[in-house]
């Protein structure tokens, strides 16, 4: 109990001594799954935003958005793939099970021709 | 910097997370499969950006709003996505509004502060200044008298 105690009070002053000035609350509590809000870097989902030469200017909300909407969508993306390489009997996702799932899944028609540049 | 915005790739450590988290354990992904992903979720944004960004220029806005972007989603045949983002958006300004409360009671307390520190020296003035009206109404005084 003690030494538990003291690992937490450890952890609580490095937390203290590193970001204390802009963060009052410990991360303890938000550490439910379902609160992690955004994985994805905001600066690099802006920068891809700000590549287009129409836009002006994007709220923080709508990067925000953004980037949990790119996670959603590497998961799906990444699910549906699953899918054919199961069929296969395989256990390893490849490029191929990607290419299947986009010509498979209507929604993903835009990523059409995108990877064949590459090749 | 960057030749195209196509080569503007999300971190690779977090792409891999989100995909590992997605499969059933022991189940991997290779590396030219991996980095499709990867430059599939570029392609995404920009292509959910520019969805959005026609949005905003309806509503004759130049600032993307995320109800821009929802829109987008819809329009993309991502409905089952937009229930999510929803959520996500709500924890999102909550988290947001705290952060906010939090620098303003800090604030606020900077400026209690400075307001008690300059409430002594403003009484300090008041003081210098009754007695000047006290001289002047004694000057007034002798005036009268004269008269």
Known sequence: MAALAAGKGAFREEEGTGGDAAAPQPHAPTSAPGARLSRLPLARVKALVKADPDVTLAGQEAIFILARAAELFVETIAKDAYCCAQQGKRKTLQRRDLDNAIEAVDEFAFLEGEFSITG | ?147
């Open chain 2, 1 to 147: 910097m960057a030749e195209r915005p196509e080569d503007l790739n999300l971190p690779n450590a977090v792409i891999t997370r989100i995909i590992k988290e997605a499969l059933p354990d022991g189940v991997s992904i290779s590396k030219e499969a991996r980095s499709a992903i990867s430059r599939a979720a570029s392609v995404f944004v920009l292509y959910a950006t520019s969805c959005a960004n026609n949005f905003a220029m309806k509503g004759k806005r130049k600032t993307l709003n995320a109800s821009d972007v929802l829109s987008a989603m819809e329009e993309m045949e991502f409905q089952r996505f937009v229930t999510p983002l929803k959520e996500a958006l709500e924890a999102y300004r909550r988290e947001q509004k705290g952060k906010k409360e939090a620098s303003e009671q800090k604030k606020k307390d900077k400026d209690k502060k400075t307001d008690s520190e300059e409430q002594d020296k403003g009484r300090d003035e008041d003081n210098d200044e009754d007695e000047e009206r006290l001289e002047e109404e004694e000057q007034n005084e002798e005036e009268e008298v004269d008269n």
